[in-house]
């Protein structure tokens, strides 16, 4: 149980257009959705963590008008990078959590974002 | 604040060798800590958790406890493979002000297990 769904796994996109991310949980209804991101060789870096029905809480530095963040519902969120550019490639990893802190997240496989 | 540091690595090890991956962290409440795997070029898979103190995780042949005296929770298995390659991750979910329980990474440690 607890899979979490990450679609595309792979993308490349010229710059300036926006590329969308989607994150399902597919057998559980996640109370809270988180983004990272993660350089190569790195830890992942929190960007933003969002709740069903309500805006995403961003990190400090990390642009909420570049990332936009949707929670549409209990199993689905979406990242979408805006006119994306070079400096934007990067692997972005959704996590969803069913319940409260002591409970896991469950991570997706990831996104390769690769920007031309 | 909150925080976590793991061993540096790359640790290798040969098959059947003991591994033990040190983790230690810094919290004002009372933390989950968790350990996570990421093989390459996918995202992270959860190995184990603990949720209190003395609390051991297992799963897999790892083993992790929870210990608030030393404030640790190192991993260890008692025979690695070669299919245990991979980079682990030590985590904290903090419950902080507002309750969203962040996890707080450490920088993950690096595996490699040689035949």
């Known amino acids: 149980g607890a899979v979490v769904s990450q679609h595309p796994s792979w993308v490349i996109c010229k710059s300036g257009t926006s590329v969308k991310i989607e994150c399902r949980s597919l057998?559980?209804?996640?109370?809270?959705m988180f983004w990272y991101r993660q350089f190569p060789k790195q830890s992942l870096m929190l960007m933003a963590t969002?709740?069903?029905?309500?805006?995403?809480?961003?990190e400090q530095g990390v642009e909420k008008d570049k990332f936009l963040i949707n929670h549409a519902s209990l199993t689905l969120s979406t990242l979408t990078v805006t006119s994306a550019h070079p400096e934007d490639s990067s692997f972005y990893i959704c996590?969803?959590?069913?319940?409260?802190?002591?409970?896991?997240?469950?991570f997706g496989d990831g996104t390769r974002l690769s920007i031309l | 604040g909150n925080s976590v540091t793991q061993m540096e690595g790359p640790v290798t090890l040969s098959e059947e060798a003991f591994l033990t991956i040190n983790c230690t962290y810094t919290?004002?409440?009372?933390?989950?800590l968790f350990w996570y795997v990421q093989y390459p070029g996918e995202g992270l898979q959860l190995l184990l958790k603990?949720?209190?103190?003395?609390d051991k995780g297992s799963n897999k042949g790892f083993e992790a406890t929870y210990r608030k005296e030393t404030t640790s929770f190192h991993l260890e298995k008692g025979s690695v493979q070669v299919s245990d390659s991979a980079v682990y991750f030590c985590?904290?979910?903090?419950?902080?002000?507002?309750?969203?329980?962040?996890?707080?990474f450490g920088q993950g440690t690096t595996l490699q297990v040689k035949p």
């Open positions: 996590s969803a959590r069913r319940g409260l802190y002591n409970q896991p997240q469950h």
């Open positions: 919290a004002t409440g009372y933390p989950s």
């Open positions: 603990a949720t209190k103190a003395d």
């Open positions: 057998d559980f209804q996640a109370t809270t």
């Open positions: 985590a904290l979910s903090d419950p902080g002000s507002s309750n969203t329980g962040k996890l707080i």
């Open positions: 969002s709740n069903e029905g309500s805006k995403a809480t961003y």
